[in-house]
T-cell receptor, first 110, second 119 residues
Framework: QSALTQPASVSGSPGQSITISCTGT?????????VSWYQQYPGKAPKLIIY???NRPSGVSGRFSGSKSGTTASLTVSGLQAEDEADYYC??????????FGTGTRVSVL | QIQLVQSGAEVKEPGSSVRVSCKAS????????IRWVRQAPGQGLEWMGR????????NNARKFNDRFAITADKFTSTAYMDLNNLRSDDTATYYC????????????WGQGTLITVSS
């Protein structure tokens, strides 16, 4: 199972919006509405920020939103803040009853 | 609020085995799916496998073949990950993550356990 493809890095200025893509196949992202996104700070455990494509867990900022079209899912961060500087990973359930993560994206706030 | 506490860091020799524990509190262990994820230094996340104790379901990523096993003790609300025949490229931080077994996400994460494989 190959990792989902994400851009290595994305950057933006405070207040701007950025979008991170996550490209898979018809056996994972394209097959199910079970894409989730995780935020990870250096040396810390990942944190769930989006699940089932476009749902936010309680307590997660409304500045995070998700979407999906075909085999590509996306995470948008609106009103970029310094605290959003972190690594972001997508994940999808697969047709083999397994999970696959994305390659990860480093977000920098300029 | 579910909390997961993992066992401490270890240094292991190539060819040996390691067991990492993950103790859950604050929720209903009976309804969990327990998943294991690892992250090599400076690298991304890698799904290793999952167990759903209430359904007796376990499945692992194919790349680990028979080297990897997950077990769960419902009486102590503790899950275990066993990795055998360790290699240098198994050096990583290992995370347990849980969520409801009907869901397809990793809601809560342990703090991570660094396993270093070195002679």
């Amino acid at each position: 199972q190959s990792a989902l493809t994400q851009p290595a890095s994305v950057s933006g200025s405070p207040g701007q919006s950025i979008t991170i893509s996550c490209t898979g196949t018809n056996y994972d992202v394209g097959a199910y509405e079970y894409v989730s996104w995780y935020q990870q700070y250096p040396g810390k455990a990942p944190k769930l920020i989006i699940y089932d494509v476009d749902n936010r867990p309680s307590g997660v900022s409304g500045r995070f939103s998700g979407s999906k079209s075909g085999t590509t899912a996306s995470l948008t961060v609106s009103g970029l803040q310094a605290e959003d500087e972190a690594d972001y990973y997508c994940s999808s359930y697969t047709s083999s009853s397994t999970y696959v993560f994305g390659t990860g994206t480093r977000v920098s706030v300029l | 609020q579910i909390q997961l506490v993992q066992s401490g860091a270890e240094v292991k020799e190539p060819g040996s085995s390691v067991r990492v524990s993950c103790k859950a509190s604050g929720g209903s262990f009976r309804s969990y799916a327990i998943r294991w994820v690892r992250q090599a230094p400076g690298q991304g996340l890698e799904w290793m496998g999952r167990i759903i104790p209430v359904l007796g379901i376990e499945n692992n990523a194919r790349k680990f073949n028979d080297r990897f096993a997950i077990t769960a003790d419902k009486f102590t609300s503790t899950a275990y990950m066993d990795l055998n025949n360790l290699r240098s490229d198994d050096t990583a931080t290992y995370y347990c993550a849980v969520g409801d077994y009907n869901d397809f996400r990793f809601d809560y994460w342990g703090q991570g356990t660094l396993i270093t494989v070195s002679s």
